[in-house]
């Protein structure tokens, strides 16, 4: 149904748009990933199952300022700042830095 949507819309002059693009203007099919009737987001899908392990950190309203590399050019940690205060966090194993946004 939506892509009878997309195209009546195109029939009347309107462009498809790219969703993903810098210019949005115009129409396109928007796909939502859904589960049990309800939308299943990247975070309730991977990051909620993974909050209950004890091996993960996960530090919200954090700003990292620089990645710890060592002289193989293997990270090791990380300088932050947490609410305007300066932290370092030391890994036994891995870092993983996942990047949100801000305004």
Known sequence: MADDYVRAANEL???K???NGYYTE?????FYPIKNGRRHGVG???LDPALS?????VRKYAYVKRVLIDKQKKAYGVEYDH?????TALAKKEVIISAGFFI
Not at 53 to 57: A, E, H, R, Y
């Open 13 to 15: 002059g309107y462009p």
């Open 44 to 46: 309730v899908a991977f």
């Open 26 to 30: 115009g129409f396109d099919t928007i």
């Open 83 to 87: 609410h305007g205060l300066p932290l």
């Open 53 to 57: 392990n004890p091996l993960l950190t």
């Open 17 to 19: 748009a790219d969703l």
